[in-house]
């Protein structure tokens, strides 16, 4: 690395160092405080709904161990405070535990994103050890046939189960994460009790996004306008109830929305997440807009570097880039245009008003494919896999 504000070292950082360096290089670049390592692309589970690209990486091109501890340093010593272990799934790495050591050691707070399925006690506890300080465990529904279903994946829910207790009886804060769609809305209820019943500290609801894997789920994915104002009822009657016992972040679909939402916070604004082979990206499905160039932790720039020149962050950073309705909207500072990957993949040019803005000549197009999608016959879904998706097979009801 070039650049002797983001020099990655192997060495801890002790606290008077990492507090030195966030005063100075975090500040003028404006680090995010937050970073989402995707160690791998790797996953035992196949949502349709997942958020990693269609052309996955692939293992042998993976950050070597010593590469990611170098990434830590090196966020660390740029004044990150915390990292996001995610996936794919992490803990088909076998040097989790040894990252998760390390992330401690140059003093970043450490949440782990997990489907679960591959943690025991014994790791779980080992991971705890490490310094380990938080979990996210994705649920795909709140019975095991349907989930496990959506996951691909059998026995599934009854691990996650597990995996839930356990981290709590570790004493780890938990959140639980639930991936909304149509198939599985009508369990909300159901799910947020489950969150309830495993003592989480906090529960995620999230309508799918579309793009990538839902993308070409989306027709069995997409929910009907009336089960997402039931969803909205139920999320508000159970944030008031829960008040004190279980925080609900709740992301509504943008297909129905009136304005976008503030896509990471703004392009290159508050956000970057690492790819397992060591690109690093405005967001995790930045990859899908084609004709940009997203430069690697492995070249010769530091991360820092990256993130405050690189073409592709500032091609679509702050306002100066915006086309009307954008660029004399009073919106533009709040929203930011909303998403540059949903631009794209539904206007084949990330430069244009997310079409999820009613002020998209577009809006009205993405309303009527969402109502008709909604009501339509597809409901078997083409699971994620490195083979480029495998259709589910014609065993279930459909809905
Ligand atoms: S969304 Fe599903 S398939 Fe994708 S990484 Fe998460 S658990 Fe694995
Ligand atoms: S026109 Fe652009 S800035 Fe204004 S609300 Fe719509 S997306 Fe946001």
Redesign the pocket.
Known sequence: MSEAAGTPTDTPIDSLAVLEARGTTAEAFGIPLAVLAELTHRCPLQCPYCSNPLELERARDELTTDEWKRVLGELAGIGVLQIHFSGGEPAVRKDLTELVRHATDVGLYSNLITSAVLLTRGRLRALADAGLCHVQISFQGSDAASADRVAGFRNAHAQKLDVARWVRELDLPLTVNAVMHRQNLHQLPDIIQMAVDLDADRLEIANVQYYGWALKNRAALMPTLAQIEDATRIVEEAQARLKGTLAIDYVVPDYYAL??KKCMGGWGRQFFNISPTGKILPCHAAETITGLHFESMRGNRSIASIWRTSDAFNRYRGTGW?PE??AS????E?????CRCQAFALTGNAAN??P?????PLHERIFRTAEAEASGEVSRFVYRNFKGGTPEADTHDDA
Not at 334 to 338: E, N, S
């Open positions: 304005r976008p915006m309705p954008c909207c009073d919106y533009r709040i929203d930011f245009g909303g008003t997310d999820a803005c009613t002020l998209s």
